[in-house]
């Protein structure tokens, strides 16, 4: 079983975690280190007050290493490839995928998107193409995803694969601004303040308000609700109820004004909005 291991912090208050194969959510993606702390686990760069093990090894010096770990970064740049497909045949290459961008895609009702020009992709369309590449890893050493679950993809697929990457041992290490998605994905729960991990007793207890939206386009209502600072979550599930979204915040006139808000920027009509509990999972590890 592969181990991960963090050591450091950007102030005098240290820390030292070990995240061993299974699902591990680190609560605090809009803390202003988080997008480093996901940049050096998949070995994008080596910060002064961040060490990043893997089994001991060194992700940013090992290039074979860090081509065995999974990504998805807050903003993906859109490459030089001219489609999408051409942006995913290195990769895959690289990385010792025997599947086909093509099929990899497909899984997640992208298969049409082989063929678009990577300069016509959203940035929310770049972190679903970034999404797809990590998740379709045969054996990646390391998973390390910033909000997964609001990358485009459809949320129920999304969950099942990274639960299928825990049960043989891999590390998943998401980072997360709702402590729902956490329990939602059944993981071990940690903290981020001010770029120090901590433990999850250490975390408050939030409630969470959770809220199922009818939607004319669901799909671009979600796109439009990424940008709300009060909505902690969304979830699209295109096979189940592809016309409804699952939004969450922690404060519920906050969300229930941001699916307006964002509706009428968008031009989108909503035909419901209900209150609903927020969904509970047991925790996902390796068997």
């Given at each position: 079983?592969?181990l991960?291991?963090?050591?450091?912090?950007?102030?005098?208050?240290r820390f030292?975690?070990?995240l061993?194969?299974?699902?591990?959510?680190?609560?605090?993606?809009?803390?202003p280190?988080a997008t480093?702390?996901?940049e050096a686990?998949?070995?994008?760069?080596r910060p002064?007050?961040?060490?990043?093990?893997?089994?001991?090894?060194h992700?940013y010096r090992e290039p074979?290493l860090?081509?065995?770990?999974g990504?998805?970064?807050p903003?993906e740049e859109?490459?030089?490839?001219?489609?999408?497909?051409?942006s995913m045949?290195p990769?895959?290459?690289?990385?010792?995928a025997?599947r086909?961008?093509?099929?990899?895609?497909?899984d997640?009702g992208?298969?049409?998107w082989?063929g678009?020009r990577t300069?016509?992709l959203?940035?929310?369309?770049r972190?679903?193409?970034?999404?797809?590449?990590a998740?379709?890893l045969?054996a990646?050493s390391?998973?390390?995803?910033?909000?997964?679950l609001?990358a485009g993809l459809?949320?129920g697929?999304?969950?099942?694969?990274?639960?299928?990457h825990?049960a043989?041992?891999?590390?998943v290490?998401?980072?997360?601004s709702s402590?729902?998605d956490?329990v939602?994905?059944?993981a071990?729960?940690?903290?981020?303040?001010?770029g120090?991990?901590?433990p999850?007793?250490?975390l408050?207890?939030?409630?969470?308000?959770?809220?199922?939206?009818?939607?004319?386009?669901a799909r671009a209502l979600?796109?439009a609700?990424?940008s709300?600072a009060g909505?902690?979550?969304?979830?699209?599930?295109a096979a189940?109820?592809?016309?409804?979204?699952?939004?969450?915040g922690?404060?519920?006139?906050?969300?229930?004004?941001a699916?307006l808000?964002?509706a009428?920027?968008?031009?989108l009509?909503?035909?419901s909005?209900?209150?609903e509990?927020?969904?509970?999972a047991?925790?996902?590890g390796?068997?």
């Amino acid at each position: 079983m592969t181990l991960v291991q963090l050591r450091g912090g950007p102030g005098p208050d240290r820390f030292d975690v070990s995240l061993p194969g299974g699902i591990h959510a680190i609560v605090g993606a809009r803390d202003p280190w988080a997008t480093e702390i996901v940049e050096a686990l998949a070995g994008l760069c080596r910060p002064r007050w961040l060490e990043v093990r893997i089994d001991g090894r060194h992700p940013y010096r090992e290039p074979e290493l860090r081509r065995s770990i999974g990504s998805l970064l807050p903003r993906e740049e859109p490459g030089e490839a001219p489609t999408v497909g051409a942006s995913m045949y290195p990769l895959f290459g690289l990385r010792g995928a025997a599947r086909s961008p093509t099929d990899a895609l497909a899984d997640f009702g992208l298969g049409a998107w082989v063929g678009r020009r990577t300069s016509s992709l959203s940035p929310l369309e770049r972190r679903s193409v970034a999404l797809a590449v990590a998740l379709s890893l045969p054996a990646p050493s390391l998973l390390a995803l910033h909000e997964p679950l609001v990358a485009g993809l459809e949320r129920g697929q999304v969950v099942a694969a990274l639960s299928r990457h825990a049960a043989r041992g891999v590390p998943v290490v998401v980072v997360l601004s709702s402590g729902g998605d956490a329990v939602e994905l059944g993981a071990q729960r940690w903290g981020l303040t001010e770029g120090r991990i901590f433990p999850a007793e250490g975390l408050p207890s939030v409630e969470v308000a959770c809220f199922r939206i009818e939607a004319d386009d669901a799909r671009a209502l979600a796109g439009a609700l990424s940008s709300e600072a009060g909505v902690t979550h969304v979830a699209w599930d295109a096979a189940r109820l592809p016309g409804h979204l699952s939004v969450q915040g922690t404060d519920p006139p906050t969300v229930a004004l941001a699916v307006l808000r964002s509706a009428h920027r968008a031009g989108l009509g909503i035909r419901s909005i209900v209150r609903e509990r927020p969904p509970r999972a047991e925790p996902r590890g390796p068997s």
